[in-house]
């Protein structure tokens, strides 16, 4: 029996999910036989991300694109750091040189086994199988 296929998501995607089509479209397509996951500091960091985005875009709607983030969380399952805070230190070590802030994600993607799926550079040739939108379909239609 092979498990099913698990991918961890940056902050970067989330918005991307709110902002674009391609990676909703993605989302859509593959979340019945992949399992989509990202540390709750994620959301958190999109939600934070947003406003500022949408101040530089009027003409787009800020309340929409808040709630199409928490729609999010029933396809991208965020959770707590609780859950794979066991890896911290290694995943600290992987990410220090790039970005201290973002070891959830790398400690969330060893403790699940699984590649991360971002277009933040800082997470290549840490050791863990990175994927950017553009290409990620092939490791999700696999």
Not at 8 to 15: E, G, Q
Not at 67 to 81: K, T, Y
Not at 102 to 114: K, R, T
Request: aromatic share 12%; net charge negative; with cysteine.
């Amino acid at each position: 029996m092979t498990r099913p296929k698990r991918i961890v998501m940056d902050a970067n995607i989330l918005i991307r999910a709110v902002l674009g089509v391609r990676v909703t479209a993605l989302l859509e397509r593959y979340s019945g036989h992949v399992g989509f996951y990202t540390p709750e500091r994620c959301f958190e960091d999109a939600a934070r991300y947003l406003p500022p985005i949408f101040a530089k875009r009027p003409h787009m709607d800020l309340g929409t694109a808040m709630q199409a983030l928490s729609v999010l969380m029933r396809i991208v399952h965020p959770l707590d750091e609780t859950v794979y805070n066991t890896f911290e230190a290694e995943a600290r070590r992987r990410i220090e040189a790039f970005d201290p802030h973002d070891w959830p994600i790398v400690a969330l993607s060893m403790f699940l086994d699984c590649p991360i799926w971002t277009e933040d550079k800082d997470f290549f040739g840490i050791g863990i199988p990175t994927w950017r939108t553009q290409n990620v379909e092939i490791y999700l239609s696999d």
